[in-house]
């Protein structure tokens, strides 16, 4: 009972601190070094857990609990359809691919892609990011109904950088450009090293969903590497919407700009 009990308390701090190696684990949770190790191979054994970047020393959790919290909830499906676009999109372009879904005025990573490319965009599954200043998260609001961008106009607006759109008609003005062109761009205004490309994925009813993302670091998102990756990830979030039911054709401020 004691090594299952190691197991799940060592899941939840890999979960919490990745990339984690052995000794930081050990520290944290007050475990023997040997108990640490027993508890990630046995982990690593049955799909939890992976090493990060092909390390064998830090560790990381897979998607298997995301799998498993999916199935409880019931969405597994979006997962099912957006995952083989999303590899289909990152094989077309070598870049970092997200999926988030709407969490409040959050927006909350549950599938990661990752580029082949030594210098790249790593952000740990569940993290947070700020529906007005994330590529996703805007893609996300500029699908909402009005309700929903007002109740965040009125919640303010926080700076994360310089770049941060703060005042409230300022945003209603890029959410405009976004339904224009079909995808959300962001360039620094959550992490200034980051930049993305991101387009709202709607279910039958046309209700945003989730968003997938194009992500890099700012000094490879060039002007044309963004409207060409904003093309592709709006295509591949139309796709993935309609596989869930959407009827794209004729919707309003539904912009197939980037198709």
């Known amino acids: 009972m004691q090594s299952v009990l190691n197991a799940l308390r060592v899941l939840e701090e890999v979960a919490a601190r990745q990339p984690i190696g052995v000794a930081d684990l050990a520290r944290g949770l007050d475990l023997p070094k040997s108990s640490a190790q027993r508890a990630l191979l046995t982990l690593h054994t049955a799909g939890w857990i992976r090493p990060a970047g092909g390390e064998v020393t830090r560790w990381v959790v897979t998607t298997k609990a995301l799998q498993v919290g999916r199935r409880a909830t019931g969405e597994l499906s ?14 077309r372009i070598d870049e970092t691919v997200h999926l988030t879904v709407p969490d409040g005025d ?11 490319k030594p210098v790249r965009i790593i952000l ?12 996703n998260g805007k893609a996300v609001l500029a699908a909402s ?28 003005a890029e959410l405009a450009r976004i339904r224009d062109r079909g995808y959300a761009t962001n360039g620094g205004e959550w992490r200034d090293d980051v930049s993305a490309v991101a387009a709202a994925v709607r279910d039958e009813s ?28 709006s295509e591949t979030a139309r796709q993935v919407s309609a596989a869930l039911g959407h009827p794209w054709q004729g ?5 197939e700009a980037g198709r």
């Open 78 to 91: 979006l997962r099912d359809v957006a995952l083989p676009l999303m590899e289909e999109l990152r094989r």
């Open 106 to 116: 959050k927006v909350v990573l549950i599938e990661r892609l990752e580029t082949s």
């Open 124 to 135: 740990a599954l569940g993290t947070q990011l700020p529906i007005h200043a994330s590529a």
């Open 145 to 172: 109904p009005q309700d929903v961008i007002n109740r965040q106009l009125a919640s303010g607006l926080e700076e994360f950088t310089g770049s941060t759109i703060t005042d409230k008609e300022d945003l209603l």
């Open 206 to 233: 046309g209700t945003p969903v989730a968003s997938i993302s194009v992500n890099m670091p700012t000094s490879r998102m060039t002007q044309e590497a963004g409207a060409a990756y904003g093309a592709l990830v």
């Open 251 to 255: 919707v309003a401020g539904g912009s």
